[in-house]
């Protein structure tokens, strides 16, 4: 991806677009409406290009389910557009404003929907790269769409394509990769189904939901925009149908879905039904399909008799992990019950004529069936093998051949993390053979298509294939990873490592994806070398594996807890040769828009003017808790986005959110006293130093205010590049300061970045000017440029014994930074190992666990015995992250050296200063108020916290926050929240006045009865 900045006085020459004699006119709800008609599309992302008419934003978003991403070279007309869109509450939720003199939009590639220009000059090729293949441009009277890549390719089958070879042809999803979006669904139900084309990902989710978080997915099936993650659609699925199987099939326009009863044919744009074929009686009595592919405009099913339904499984379980014995009687039952049937039907699907029908006396398992070259293949197992003309249904050959049907064997029952599902598909297709191998099979068998006759066997079946022009790939658990010929099964290469677990194989034309080894995340194999690549932070959904499609690589959603730093649908595009670890030049990054004297007024020892109060995050405060104190008075937000945890210094309260909006607050009023904006969402607080406050925003900037007014002082680009992407339901910069800023002796610390493949950029600057101080770009990459395990920007920082921590992801965390140079101190000398193998293996066969590069996930640093630990949820997760074996634990502390408190869930405990001879640490009391504590506050003698209070089980749950006495913690004092505050979301001032911030976007306050200025 080139990185061309080109700034607007600069366009002589440049083939561009002289709008202004054909502006669209100031609109009229009746105009946008027309506008909406022209664009076609009314969810997504609408990029509008303008320096006047600040209402369209608004009516556009109003009107629609519309993003509405302005870009304008106007500073007047940015300001007046976010004011009116921070009235209406869209600011920061659906309205993203930018600010910007250049010629170039600051989004990804192919992001938007729809490009509207309204009286600005900008070059048609950056309106196009913007645009996704098939979305329009409207500028002034002129129209035009995208048009879609010749050499893009779809995933139109569950295996790619008929042949079940999961290798996409895509010219176009080639490394290096960062990331293009990340969405929702957090956690689906199993089984899963992927297909795409024409721009959409469709995914079906089963009948098997193990915990309540996939309740809302289960039977459904949804339409996601390719490009950006936006749900286009969502409907229902027969619930009596097991769903992983070979019966879905996505063309541009329809989509193709069997079940019992029926072949669904869905208009791919909304989901709605357009038509329906039904298997006539007389050529199957049940009908009901078992396989299904499209090639050559013919729809080739194989049909057959009912089956037993599987009940729905709402499961309700809240331990960690993911137990193979709860996935119901049937599909994790001894025998495999789905999928066979005896007769082939070749249909036009535009007439829904009967082509031909084949019948055959041996019930025909599925798993088996795939088409190449002319052929449909079919299995009856241990019974014969056949191959079928597509064109007549004649059949070519067929095969009783013992040698043959003792090769292939018995299917083995497989449901083990090792092995896989039984409803796998277990042979793929080329023009050269047929080859059986899965978690089913005993060995790894080639068929020659010519005839039939046993070409070779393996002595090993537990095997992904992916068939690539060169060779046949066959990725191991259980044994080495190997490279065959096709014809003569020598082993051409050992790859000397193993896949990890369940998951399938995938490709594309360069390089082959599974499961990393041992929770490592993604496996990539370098076709052309045979080297490994970590990618770290995600593993591939059980199921689906990596899908790729449109000139990108998909991932998720996961069914399971085994997600790593990633939860959700991820995507990756090709990086180009956009430099990941560019470091910043200060003329480029750095904008110092005021030069006012400040007041350079020192926070109170007693303030809370940083996240958990202080640099190592401690929470402890001298001030002492206001006695008995009431609700002072509780505000919300006008777009009810999620707050960060405020800060108080003085009288005056800070905070931001979501919505990229940062607050200052009176605290004896609760009156605002300023707002101002920044270009995306925050995560973590605003930080106070000598009269200015300072956040880091998703935009991928660092911002200077003063904190008397809020104006800005200074704004640094942290972000190597202006590029912006879907997070989650935000319009994020690729490169978020997601680890908030902390400020320490006049230097402002802070990480841009999301994930280490991304490239991660730690920062120190000059607090009162911006100034770079120093500057590492390369901690993303601590094994090598080419290698991308390191760190990640996952959490927040801390400073402990002059070093600076980072919550770094699933490889190296906390990341530590020497405070003076910026030294990353962590080493990788293998991106995969820790130490060595002792043997001449890639991967150890046997390892240990402590073998492998990986570190706990999370958000939260912590000072546990002197050293930095880290833990609880992580920082993109779902907004009820439960349990898993992989994360550190949900995990609070406040406090030093003699009064320290934790907290979990159901308790809060003092500890002792002393501990057990197993070196575990001694309770002095222990409470169990709370069910799940969100903030903790150590102010003098009394423990503060806000959280969800216990219920019986059957009762809504009710949030409060409570006070206890240090000494032996009984209750001093409680009362009642709105919902759940954030996490940390509690400060207290210098005078013990309480400050929370709700999940709702409400902030409380918690006074002295008889408050007055400064009390």
């Not at 600005?120 to 769409?145: D, H, M, W, Y």
């Not at 090639?295 to 709402?314: F, H, K, M, W």
């Not at 070259?373 to 009783?400: M, Q």
Request: hydrophobic share 40%; with cysteine.
């Amino acid at each position: 991806m080139s990185q061309t900045v080109t700034r607007w006085p600069l366009l002589v020459g440049m083939t561009v677009w002289l709008l202004c004699s054909y502006c669209v006119k100031s609109a009229t709800a009746a105009d946008t409406t027309t506008l909406l008609g022209q664009i076609g599309v009314t969810k997504g992302v609408c990029v509008v290009v303008a320096s006047r008419d600040h209402q369209l934003p608004v009516q556009l978003a109003e009107q629609s389910e519309l993003f509405v991403y302005v870009h304008s070279p106007s500073d007047e007309y940015v300001t007046r557009t976010r004011k009116f869109a921070y009235s209406s509450g869209l600011l920061g939720t659906r309205i993203y404003v930018e600010h910007d003199r250049e010629a170039r939009i600051s989004l990804a590639d192919n992001m938007a929907d729809a490009v509207v220009v309204i009286d600005s000059v900008i070059p048609k090729s950056e309106l196009l790269r913007v645009a996704q293949p098939g979305a329009k441009v409207i500028a002034g009277n002129s129209t035009f769409t995208k048009s879609r890549p010749v050499d893009e390719d779809d995933w139109s089958h569950p295996y790619h394509g008929p042949d079940n070879n999961p290798q996409s042809r895509d010219a176009h999803a080639k490394p290096p990769y960062l990331t293009q979006f990340l969405c929702d669904p957090w956690y689906v139900p199993m089984p899963q189904v992927t297909v795409t084309s024409g721009g959409r990902i469709f995914k079906a989710f089963g009948h098997i939901a193990l915990k309540t978080r996939e309740w809302p997915w289960l039977n459904t099936l949804i339409a996601k925009n390719a490009y950006n993650g936006t749900q286009l659609w969502k409907r229902e699925l027969n619930p009596e149908f097991m769903i992983h199987r070979s019966t879905m099939v996505a063309t541009p326009h329809v989509l193709y879905v069997a079940d019992s009863a029926s072949c669904k044919l869905l208009d791919t744009a909304n989901g709605n039904l357009l038509d329906e074929i039904v298997i006539p009686e007389n050529i199957d009595e049940d009908g009901v399909w078992k396989w299904m592919a499209l090639d050559g405009g013919v729809l080739y099913a194989l049909v057959g008799s009912t089956e037993q339904n599987d009940p729905v499984i709402r499961g309700s379980r809240e331990k960690a992990g993911w137990p193979w014995a709860d996935l119901g009687d049937r599909y994790n039952g001894q025998e495999y019950a789905w999928g066979f049937g005896r007769t082939l039907v070749a249909i036009d699907p535009a007439t829904r004529e009967v082509i031909w029908t084949n019948r055959f006396d041996e019930p025909i398992d599925s798993r088996a069936m795939c088409l190449a070259a002319g052929r449909v293949y079919v299995y009856s197992p241990l019974t014969y093998l056949a191959a079928i003309d597509t064109n007549t249904g004649v059949e070519l050959w067929k095969t009783s051949n013992p040698e043959v049907l003792q090769a292939i064997g018995e299917n083995d029952r497989a449901q083990t993390a090792a092995k896989g599902f039984a409803s796998t598909a277990y042979t793929k297709a080329n023009d050269r053979g047929l080859f059986f191998a899965g978690p089913q099979r005993a060995n790894l068998v080639a068929i020659s298509a010519d005839d039939g006759s046993l070409m070779w066997a393996y002595p090993h079946g537990n095997f992904q294939l992916v068939l690539h022009d060169n060779a046949l790939y066959a990725m191991g658990r259980t044994e080495t990873c190997k490279k065959f010929d096709y014809l003569t099964g020598h082993v051409l290469a050992d790859l000397q490592c193993y896949r990890g677990n369940c998951t399938r194989a995938t490709a594309t034309v360069d390089s082959i994806f599974t499961r990393g080894y041992r929770h490592t995340g993604t496996m990539q194999l370098d076709i052309s070398t045979s080297k490994l690549k970590r990618i770290p932070l995600m593993r591939p959904a059980c199921q689906d594996g990596v899908i790729v499609s449109n000139g990108m690589l998909y991932w998720g959603p996961w069914m399971c807890d085994c997600n790593h730093s990633l939860v959700g649908m991820i995507s990756l595009a090709p990086a180009g040769n956009l430099d990941l670890s560019q470091p910043a030049v200060e003329r480029d990054r750095l904008d110092s828009i005021q030069s006012k004297p400040i007041s350079n007024s020192p926070a109170d020892e007693a303030d809370w003017p940083a996240y958990r109060r202080d640099l190592s995050r401690s929470a402890h405060t001298p001030a002492k808790l206001a006695t008995n104190p009431v609700q002072r008075w509780q505000i919300s937000s006008n777009s009810g986005s999620e707050p960060t945890a405020p800060i108080v210094v003085g009288e005056t309260a800070f905070w931001s959110g979501l919505d990229g909006v940062v607050r200052a607050a009176d605290v004896m009023s609760g009156k605002t006293n300023w707002t101002a904006f920044t270009g995306g969402a925050v995560r973590f607080p605003p930080e106070y130093w000598n009269g200015r406050i300072y956040v880091g925003s998703g935009d991928g900037h660092v911002y200077c205010l003063d904190a008397h007014d809020g104006q800005l002082l200074w704004k640094f680009q942290a972000a190597p590049a202006k590029r912006r992407i879907m997070v989650h339901g935000n319009i994020l910069s690729n490169w978020p300061v997601g680890s908030g800023v902390l400020v320490h002796e006049g230097v402002v610390y802070a990480a841009a970045g999301i994930t280490s493949y991304d490239g991660t950029h730690v920062y120190a600057l000059d607090a009162r000017s911006g100034d770079i101080r120093w500057q590492n770009n390369h901690s993303g990459r601590l094994v090598s440029d080419n290698l991308v395990s390191g760190v990640s920007v996952q959490g927040h920082l801390l400073i402990h014994d002059d070093v600076l921590y980072l919550a770094g992801g699933n490889v190296v965390s906390p990341a530590m930074y020497d405070l003076d140079t910026g030294r990353c101190l962590n080493t990788i000398e293998d991106e995969w190992l820790t130490e060595p193998t002792g043997t001449n293996e890639r991967f150890p066969s046997q390892p240990e666990r402590t073998m492998f590069t990986r570190s706990p996930r999370g958000r939260e640093l912590f000072v546990v015995d002197g050293e930095v630990r880290v833990f609880d949820r992580l920082l993109y997760s779902a907004p009820n992250n439960g349990p898993s074996g992989y994360f550190g634990g949900h995990f609070l502390q406040v406090g030093q050296d003699g009064a320290v408190i934790r907290g979990t869930n159901d308790r809060i405990v003092r500890l002792s200063q002393s501990k057990t001879p197993e070196g575990e640490p001694v309770g002095v009391w222990d409470v169990q108020f709370f069910r799940d504590p969100h903030a903790l506050a150590l102010c003098g003698e009394t423990v503060v916290v806000a959280g969800e209070i216990q219920q019986e089980e059957s009762e809504m749950p009710t949030f409060g926050i409570a006070a206890f006495d240090l000494e032996h913690g009984s209750k001093l004092w409680s009362d009642v929240l709105p919902t759940a505050a954030v996490s940390w979301g509690l400060a207290v001032n210098r005078h013990g006045t309480i400050v929370v911030t709700s999940k709702n976007g409400t902030v409380t306050c918690f006074g002295s009865r008889n408050a007055s200025a400064g009390g």
